[in-house]
Every structure is written in C-alpha cells, then in structure tokens.
C-alpha cells in the first residue's frame, strides 16, 4: 500500500478537486477540513479515505486528526499536501484595518500551517521519504492591496519552506511551494456581498495584466504536484514555483 496523503483544506475547490484525482490515483487519504464537506460527499465512507472536520489552529486537535487517520488507514503518511488558507476578508487598507482581524488572518494561515508540518514531520523522518506541498500565492512577490495580513503570512510560510527544506533534506524529504495566481473557480459558491465583488474586480484585473489573460487551471497545479511528489525528484526542493501566467 502507498503511504497516506494527508490534504488540508480539502472541501475547498482546489483541495476537493485534488483529493479526488488521488483517490483515483490509489492513494490513501485523511482529508481534512473545517466545517463544510459537501464537496467531499462521494469520498466520505470510501475505503481508504479518513476525512475529519478539524481546527488547525489547534494543534491537539490537528494531532488528534492525523493520528486517527493513521489507525483507520493502517499505512502513516508519506504526504502532505496543505491547501487551507484563510483570506483577507475584511479587504481593507492596513491603516483601516481591525487589529483583532488582522492578527486573526495572519494567525489562521501560519499557526495551522506549522501545526501541520511539526505533527507530520516525524511520520516522515521515520520512514526516510516524504513529499510535501504547501500553497503560497503570488502576492509574496507583489503584495496585496487590501489584504496585507493573508501576503504577509503567506510569505511567512514560503521561508517556513525554505527553512525546513534545508533542515530534512538529508532524510529524503523534499518540500515546496505552490505560488498560483488567481485560480479558475466559481466564487460566488464561496463569497457573497462585497467580498465576492472585491475578489471578482481582482481576478480581473489579474487577466488583463498577465501575458496569457488566463487564470490558472486546477490542472495545471495538478500537474505541478504529480512533479514534485514523484520518487523521480530527488532534488527539487525549497522552491516558491509560480504559476500566474507570466505575471511580474
């Protein structure tokens, strides 16, 4: 049996669209999310498919999750693929911006993002192998008007990256991350109100200036990943890939 593939944030549209094309690939998977699963409802009681609603900020819960996953799969994890993020939802300038809700953002996408790397390392470390993918976003080179607590975490997490690359390597365990423009996916079955129209203005405006005036494909980040978790890579790691459609 293939070592389990973790997914955080695995109801989302990207998430649930890759937890499926692995389920389908043969790999067993704990899939993780928040609160809703309807994206996840033909994989729920699938055999070897773990899925648990979980906090990630929490990292007793997070442990809790993944170690259940492990006892329900019989096989310990050679995979993580972290896809949850939390956004600006506020948009807001920084002067304008909530405290509370800022720190709130920033907290929400790195604290989970370091619960889900320090509770899955070791399974890595045991076995010598292990292939993780960790979602950036093209705003760490350019930042994000009206959203600096999500570009700031985000670049925070992408030296997180660099970091840990350098610390397993040698135990044959690469990381990267996925830095995507915006990605082609229904928003309104997300947002509502201003934020949907904020989001809508902003993956517009993102067509018109890259070169391609595409958004990226769930495809393609697909494709990326088969790259970087494949046995055959064995030195790509620490790197921020950027798939935004030539966008500088």
């Not at 830095?179 to 082609?184: A, F, L, V, Y």
């Amino acid at each position: 049996m293939k070592p389990a593939m973790i997914i955080s944030g695995a109801n989302g549209q990207v998430g649930s669209f890759l937890a499926k094309y692995f389920y389908g690939r043969g790999y067993p998977l704990i899939l993780l999310y928040h609160k809703r699963n309807d994206r996840l409802q033909e994989l729920m009681n699938a055999p070897l498919v773990h899925c648990e609603a979980v906090e990630l900020e929490d990292p007793a819960l997070v442990r809790q999750a993944i170690e259940r996953g492990v006892e329900a799969l019989k096989t310990i994890p050679g995979y993580l693929i972290h896809t949850a993020s939390q956004r600006s939802y506020d948009a807001l300038p920084l002067s304008g911006s909530d405290p509370e809700v800022w720190q709130a953002i920033f907290n929400s996408n790195l604290k989970g993002s370091y619960n889900l790397l320090r509770i899955s390392l070791p399974y890595f470390e045991q076995t010598k192998f292990g292939r993780i993918v960790v979602f950036g976003s093209d705003i760490t080179r350019s930042g994000l008007p009206m959203g600096s607590a999500y570009s700031a975490a985000k670049a925070a997490l992408v030296n997180i990256v660099k970091s840990v690359a350098r610390e397993v390597g040698g135990s044959n365990i690469l990381i990267n991350a996925i830095s995507p423009g915006p990605i082609d996916t229904d928003l309104s079955t997300d947002y509502t109100g201003d934020y949907l129209q904020f989001r809508k203005e902003y993956f517009e405006k993102h067509k018109q200036a890259c070169p391609t005036h595409k958004l990226v494909s769930k495809e393609e980040i697909r494709n990326m990943i088969d790259v970087l978790i494949s046995a055959q890579n064995e030195n790509i790691t620490g790197e921020e890939i950027f798939i935004n459609g030539g966008n500088r």
